[in-house]
């Protein structure tokens, strides 16, 4: 087996015998709310979308309810979030596209998934593969700053590390994969700081003695 293979077979391989459960965080009771959840993570914490998905799934139910709103009125309910009031609208445009296109189905295809508003390839890949259980690599700041410091791509975007993980990693761990990336970037692999005297990763990475400041 190529020596390439083999580091990404072993940590794959160490990243599931160490975050067995890892899974997606956001509580959601179908995919619209998983939707939802996901538009409303960017720039802030599972815990923080949770809070306002609680609130949420108390008043509205379906896209239906959220096709029927002006934007503004949705405001109110996630100000708590970064940038509610752009991603109020995408929720808004993106409830009433799929009312109107979809027959009130989220779509199961990426490229249909992928034109309704505020939804980029990650938001996708979660949506995907944990709503639908359809194989797909949510690449996002963690997985970025992993997959860049265990050596699989240096110096590549987002786009190159879903193609990398793609070519080099069978398709059933994609999903479980991103999780326990997620899991090691802030239980180890921290943006600054990292811990890499207890990361289960130091033997097989190019960084460890690099960054560790412990
Ligand atoms: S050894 Fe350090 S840099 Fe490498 S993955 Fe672990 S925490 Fe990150």
Known sequence: MAK????????????????????CELLARDPWDL????????????????????????????????????????????????????????????AR?????????????????????????????????????IPAVAVDVHVQRIVQRIGWVEDGDADDIEQFIMKNIDPRYWVQMCHQMIRLGREHCRPKRPWCSRCPLNKFCQQHDVLDAR
Do not use: C
């Open 4 to 23: 390439q293979q083999l580091h990404t077979n072993n940590i794959v391989r160490i990243l599931r015998e160490e975050w067995p459960h890892a899974r």
């Open 35 to 94: 939707l939802v959840a996901v538009i409303l993570s960017a720039r802030t914490s599972d815990e923080r979308v949770n809070q306002v998905m609680a609130h949420l799934t108390e008043h509205l139910v379906g896209p239906g309810a959220y096709a029927s709103m002006d934007p503004h009125e949705l405001e109110p309910m996630i100000k708590t979030v970064p940038l509610y009031q752009q991603k109020a609208r995408y929720i808004v445009e993106s």
């Open 97 to 133: 596209m799929i009312m109107q296109r979809f027959e009130g189905e989220v779509p199961t295809d990426p490229q249909l998934l992928r034109i309704l508003p505020g939804v980029g390839n990650k938001t996708a890949a979660v949506v995907l593969g944990n709503a639908f259980a």
